[in-house]
């Protein structure tokens, strides 16, 4: 698993701010990662279908495909633009489609194979890491043809473990759902309550899913403590935007 230079932020052609893995780079898939100096955070959160669908231009691809998301487990696989339905993981073959997740604070994991054969997403908020939602994804890519062995995960920035505060509730349905490894993933914070760390939990499913974790990337940027350049749910509260973590396929 890889940190250390794995995501950049960088100023694109268009004036917008966004960030970058160089392992999806490598391997030729189109993505980016929004932040405040771009598409507007509260546009990306109420009008996702016109945002996406400029940020697909911008990666030269057709149209874009999100979800309503709703913190669980379920992946769907979509062909083509819009609003795919509710779930918390999305899923292409097609070569002209961007797929979106939106953030607040929560982990998108962006996953692609270097074979070129599907790409998805996972948002990885507690309730659907606890849930399954990154060996879901991985499970409907393999459906779809690819092997772990080819895929490349990036876990794109989000509230991080230094910061993620939860109760001991959480730590409870963690434990009781994917089983007693995950009391390492919380650890005690300066005010008494437990933080969750879903970079390592993620991670976690993701080798355990079969992705090697040479072909794992963390961003390792905490939302909260970079609210200067990404919307925090956590920091604003219900009037927080959204951010957008976007990859699709290259176009043949």
Not at 113 to 138: C, E, K, L, M, Y
Not at 149 to 172: F, K, N, T, W
Request: proline share 5%; with cysteine.
């Amino acid at each position: 698993m890889s940190s250390d230079g794995a995501f950049r932020l960088e100023w694109a052609s268009n004036g917008w701010r966004v960030g970058r893995f160089a392992a999806l780079e490598a391997a030729g898939v189109p993505h980016l990662v929004t932040t405040r100096q771009g598409p507007d955070v509260d546009r990306i959160r109420h009008e996702t279908g016109a945002v996406g669908r400029e940020i697909a231009r911008f990666l030269d691809l057709d149209d874009a495909a999100f979800l309503e998301q709703v913190h669980g487990g379920d992946v769907l696989v979509c062909d083509t633009g819009g609003q795919a339905g509710r779930g918390d993981g999305l899923v292409t073959t097609n070569r002209s489609l961007a797929l979106l997740g939106k953030s607040g604070d929560c982990p998108i994991v962006l996953i692609a194979d270097r074979r070129q054969r599907a790409v998805g997403f996972a948002h990885a908020s507690w309730r659907a890491t606890v849930a399954g939602i990154v060996p879901n994804v991985v499970r409907t890519m393999v459906e779809c043809g690819c092997v772990p062995g080819d895929l490349v995960a990036c876990i794109c920035p989000s509230a991080g473990p230094e910061c993620y505060e939860v109760g001991d509730e959480v730590r409870a349905v963690a434990v009781r759902e994917i089983g007693s490894r995950a009391a390492t993933f919380f650890g005690p914070g300066p005010r008494g309550k437990d933080h969750f760390d879903l970079w390592a939990a993620n991670a976690d499913a993701l080798i355990r899913a079969g992705v090697p974790s040479s072909s794992i990337h963390v961003a390792g940027l905490c939302t909260l403590c970079r609210n200067d350049v990404f919307p925090s749910h956590r920091r604003e509260g219900e009037s927080a935007g959204r951010f957008a973590a976007v990859i699709g396929l290259r176009p043949d």
